[in-house]
C-alpha cells in the first residue's frame, strides 16, 4: 500500500498526527477553505445518522417533540440572561449585513438556543396541563473557536441535537436532566461501545447559566478525557428572564423549571480516537456504514464464477439486515482492498475465491484482531450476525480494561502528578471549593474532569490539595 | 369552539388570511422575533421527516451519499462563477465579526452550496472512476428576502436537501436532471398527494449558473403555482472555475458535466394550501404526524369500560404500523376535540363510547368527507388502513381535478387574460423569446411557470403574443 492511503504513524507514538491521518485518509472528513470549519464525508455522516437513528426514537417514546428554530438570535434576545451571554459572546459569529444593507440590530449565528427557544416557550406555555413540554432539534452550531482545532473535537461548526425541557417543578427539571445523561451513556456504551463516567461537573465548569450539568466524559488512550454528552439543569434561572411561566392547579402563575442537554457529532472524533489502532479507524458494528466488505479473490479473468458467489452472498446479507459492501472493482488488488478497508475500518471481511467456491466456505477477518476463520457457505450469516456482535462487544471490553487500567485511585498529591505524567487520569477527594480547586490547577497539569455519581465515602478524607474536609471524589486530567 | 382556536375566515374569501390561521392555530410553524424567520414546530416538523424518510433512501439506492458542508462560505469562494454570484448576492446574510474582531474576509451564511461543495469534489474526484459521484445534505438554507413572507412559502430561513452530481458526459448529466425531477414528481405525487406539471423553466427563470432548470409545478386552489422542487443542469458552468476534473478513458484530463437539484420546507406550506378546507388542515395520510386520533365519548365518570378499550384499540392500531393518538384528556370535552383534530387536519377520528362497547363497534370519521361510517370491533385496524388509503387517493383525485378546472388551453391573448382573472392558468404557445416573453409579462399578470415535458405540436401554432412560429407550448400563471 502506498504512504499515501496507509497510517504512516503509530499511534501510540504521535496520537495527534495519526488521528488525523485517519480521519482525513479513511475518509470521515476533509478540511474545507472555511478555516476551522470541517466538510463531513459520507463516512463520517453515515456514523451521525446512526447515532441519530439510535436515540431519535428514544427520545420520542419520551414525549420529546421534534422542531426547528431560526439559525439566527438578535443580540437583544441573546442578551436577557447575563451569565449566558457572558459565556458565550466571545465565541459568537455575527450577521451585520444582509445583500448590501446594514443591519439595525447584529445577529448571533446561534451558539447554542435556550434564548430563541424559551421566548417562543413563553408564547406556548400557559397551563400545568401543558407540562412537561420537551422540544428538540437537530441543527447545526457555530461557535468562534480561537484554539487550535481538530476534526470533530473541536471546530467552528459541529452539529447536534438540542433538547430543551420545561416543567412544573424542581423535581421533574432534576429528574430528566438525570434521565437525559442516562440516554447519552446508552449512545456512548451500547452503541459506540466507549464506556464513560457518568457524574456531574464542578461549578467552574459548568454551562453558563446553568445550576448544574451532568456530563458522560469517556478516557482515551493517550490518557486525556473527552466529554461527550452534558446535560443541564437550568432551574428558573432563564423561565424567569425569558418569562416561562404557567398556572398551576392552585390558580396562580409560577415560573417553569428547565433543563437543556446536547449530543454533539463530536462523539465521532472519541469514537476514532478510541477504538482505533495503527491500521487506521475500527468502527463498531453498531454504527459501521459496512459493517462487512465482500472482497473476492481472482486470480484468472475467467473466474466469473466467484464474483456471482459474491453477489449472491451480498443479496444474503443484505437480507439479514446487515449492511454489506461489495468491492468489485476491477483496477485494484485484493491486497490494495483489504487495506482500503482497514484504514476505514470495516469491522469484517469476508474473502471469496475459486477455491472457497469449491469447499463450499469462505473466509472471515475481524479487522480487531485480524483473526481469519472459515466459515461455512451454508452459515455466512449467521457467523457475519455473531463476529459483528463479537467485535461490539470486544471494543466495549477494551475500552473498559484501558478505563481501568488508566484510572488512579489516591489521596496524595505526588500520585497525582504521577498518574497525570505518565498518561492517566485519577479519582482524588476533593473540598469543592473553586478557589482551591484553581489552586490545584496551577500545580497539576488538567483539571477536573467530573464527580461520578458513584462516590466511595469521603467522610475521613482531606481534600488532596489543602487541610479541608473532603466533600468528594472527582476525576481529574487532561481533556480535549 | 372558541374563535380562538377555530379558522374564522373561509378559504375561498381570503386564501391568504386562511392559509395563515392555519399555519399558527394548527401549530404548523410559528412566527419568531427574528423578522422573516418563522419556527418550525412538531406539526410541520414531522411533515418534513416524512419526506425525509420517503425520499432519503430512494436518493441512497440511486448511489447519493450524505455529508454535511459548512455553513459559511468566504466571499472569494463565492465570486468564482459570475452569474451565480450575481443572482444570489442580492439576499446573502454576510458574517462579518466573530467575538469582538472583525473579519478579515466577510463569510456568506450559504444561499446554497454549488461553490463549497465544488471546491471540495474538485480535490476528491480525480479519475473517471470516480464518476458518477452525488454528495448530498440536509441543512438549513438562509436567503433574505425583501418581499412580504408567508410562513413555509416564502422565508428568511428553510431546511431543504440538496443533492449535487458530477459526471463524466452530458448525457450523464441530463439524464441525472430528469431522474430527479421524476423523483420530486414522486414525493408531491404519491406522498404528498399533490399532482404536478414537469417541465423546463424559461430561460429568464432558470437558476444562477444553470444551462437549464426543471421544475414540477403545482397549481394552488386559488389559481397560483406552487414551484415545489428544482434541478439544475450546470453543464461545464462550475466544473471550469471550480475546476472539477477528471482523468477519462482516454487518460486526457475533462471538465465534469454536474447537476445540482434541491427540495424543501416549502412543500409543507403547498400542501397545507393545497388540501385544506373551511375548517383547517387536511393532512395526507402518507405524512400525516397522527393519521387517526380516537376520541372516548365519555358520559359519566364511571365511564372507565371506555377508555380502557380506547387504550386497547389504541395498541392494536400502533401494532399495525398507524401513527395513532388516544386523546384522553380529561378536561376537554369531545366536541371541543373533534374541532381541535380537525383544524390540524388529522384524516380519520375513531369515536368510542358506551354503546359502542356494547354493540361492539366505533365509529369512523373522515376528514376529508365528513362521512361517518360504523365499524365492527373485529375490524378496526382494516376499516382505518382502507380508509387512510381512500383519503390519500380522494385528496390527488380532488386535486387532479382542480388542476384540469383550472387549465385553460388557449392560444387567444384575450382568453389568456380571462384566464388570469379567473383564477387560472392557461397553457399557451410562446416563441420562446425573452423580449417577446417580457412584453408578454406587460400586458397579463403573471409569468411563465414552466414549459410542460408532454408537448403537443406546435408547427401549425403561432406565439401567444407575437406573430413568430411558437417552440412550444408553455404554463402561463401566477405563483407563489
Redesign the interface.
Known sequence: MSEDLGITVKRDKDMSEWYQQVVLKAEFA?Y???KG??????WG??I??AIHDFWDPIMKSHGV??????????EG?LKKEAKHFEGF????????????NQLEE??A?RPTSET?MY??FS??IKSH?DLPFR?NQW??I?R?E?KMTKPFLRGR?F?WHEAHTVHKDKKGADEETKWAIDGYARIAEELLAMPVIRGRKTDSDKFAGADYTYAIEALMPDGKALQMGTSHMLGQNFSKPYDVKFVGVDEKWHHAWQTSWGFSTRAIGGLILAHGDNKGAIIPPSVAPVQVVIVPIIFKKTDEDVLSKCKEVEIRLQNSGIRVELDD?D?YTAGWKFNHWEVRGVPLRLEIGPRDIKEKKAVLVRRDSGEKSEVSDMYVEQAVQEGLAEIQAELFSRGKKNLEENTVVTESLEDLKKAIKGKKWARVPHCGEEACENALAEKVEGGPRVIPFEQEAVHNNKCINCDKKAAYWVYWGRSY
Not at 65 to 74: A, Q, R, V
Open positions: 476533509d474545507s477553505s472555511v470549519s470541517i466538510v463531513i464525508r459520507y455522516q453515515a451521525w445518522e417533540k421534534n422542531h426547528y428554530f431560526p439559525l439566527l438570535i438578535p434576545l459572546t466571545p465565541e459568537v459569529a455575527w450577521v451585520t449585513m444582509a445583500g448590501k447584529r445577529l449565528v430563541i421566548e417562543m408564547k406556548w396541563r422540544a441543527c447545526n457555530l468562534w480561537t461548526e452539529l472493482r483496477e
